[in-house]
Every structure is written in C-alpha cells, then in structure tokens.
C-alpha cells in the first residue's frame, strides 16, 4: 500500500482523510445464533441420552406412573405451546413494523412462559415433599437434570424477552432489534421442540410403559 500522506504535504495538498465502514456481514448473528442452538442440542442429546440409561433405576424408590401427573403436565404442555402461537403473532406484529403489537405479543408469550414455569416448580415442590427428590434414586436424578436444565432455559428465554421488550419500547424496531427478536424466536421454539420430546419421551413413557 502506498503512503500518500508525505507526498501530499510535500506537493502542498490539503490531507485527505477517508472514513471506512466495519465489515460485519448482516448474517454473522443468525450464523453465531444457529451455532449456539447446536450446542445447545448436544446438551440436551447428552441429557436424554442420560435419562434413557438410567430412567429404570428406582432404587426401589417410586416410579415415573406413581408420581408423574400426566393432565397437570399437559396442561403445562398447552402453556408453552400456546406461547410458540403468541410468538408467532409477534413474528407478524414485527413484520408489519407495529411497535406496539409486537411487545404486546411478547408480553403474552412472556406469561405463558411464565405460567409454564410456575407449574414446573409446583411440581417439583411436589414431588420433594413426596420425598421423590433427586438424590432418590438414578431416575430421579436423571429427571430432575433434564426438566429441570429445560426449565432454565425457558427462565432465561422469559429474562432475554423482558429485556426485548424495553430494548424495542425504547429504540423501536430498528434492525439491530429485529434481529434480536428473530433469534429469541428461534430459541423459544426450540425450546418447544425440547419440551415434547421430554413430554414423549419422559411423562408419557414413564405412566404408559
């Protein structure tokens, strides 16, 4: 690269100065997002991969039938998917660049969420009370590890979707924030795909097998 700085001075020129834009390509994010979702589906791979081993080892404690409330766990079943719904209406909202519409879809996916979470832990006060804690036996260790790591990424998808919230009530739907929001939208839904493998695969194995 030559240095045209000394020639200018030396010729008498006015110095010339260049602003340059940071190259970022615009689908960097999404890239790093999909990548942290990989990830995060070997967590989860490795989790059910653990609960599969070790899901039939009572201990000569309790089993899934005795304990698992199968119409409470549908109910919360219902919750999250009603909250994948309320997403997409916020998906649409953002779509037609209506601020308002958009955080109050957010909100309602945010208590859906919410009410979810509350099940999950009235559950599981249940079950401890019941002495069905997860230092019972292998299954329950298991169980407690795998709903329970599901549990806190909905708690953070419902920390992420707040702050969301006050990000676009300030800035609006700029394209840093739209964004944002396609990414908790892919997290949220696959945090719903999680939930029924562990519906299937957990609860309804457990009473049905």
């Known amino acids: 690269m030559v240095d045209t700085t000394h020639t200018q001075q030396a010729q ?12 970022h390509p615009q689908t960097g994010t999404m890239l790093g997002f999909w990548l942290y979702l990989m990830s995060d589906c070997l967590i989860f791979a490795s989790l059910f991969a653990t609960y ?3 899901g039939r080892s009572y201990a000569g404690g309790p089993t ?14 219902a919750l999250l998917l009603l909250s994948s719904i309320t997403y997409g209406f916020a998906m649409l909202e953002m779509q037609k660049n209506r601020v308002r519409g958009t955080i109050g879809w957010l909100l309602i996916t ?6 979810f979470l509350s099940l999950e832990l009235y559950e599981f006060a249940h079950l ?3 002495g069905a804690g997860p230092q019972t036996s292998a299954f329950l260790t298991s169980f407690f590890a795998l709903v329970g790591t599901h549990g806190l990424h909905v708690f953070f998808g419902i920390v992420w979707l707040v702050t969301l919230c006050f990000q676009l009530r300030k800035h609006g739907l700029i394209p840093e924030n ?4 396609a990414c908790l939208s892919m ?3 696959f945090l719903d795909v ?3 493998g562990v519906f299937t695969f957990v609860y309804l194995m457990g009473v049905l097998v």
Do not use: C, S
């Not at 304990?67 to 919360?76: G, H, I, R, Y």
């Open 110 to 115: 945010g208590l859906f969420g919410i009410g």
């Open 12 to 23: 008498g020129q006015p110095l010339q100065f260049y602003e340059t834009e940071e190259h």
């Open 64 to 77: 899934g039938a005795e304990l698992f409330d199968l119409p409470l766990v549908a109910m919360n079943t």
């Open 187 to 189: 997290f949220w839904h």
């Open 52 to 54: 599969g081993v070790l």
């Open 178 to 181: 739209k964004r944002r929001v």
């Open 194 to 196: 999680v939930w029924i």
């Open 128 to 130: 401890i009370h019941e």
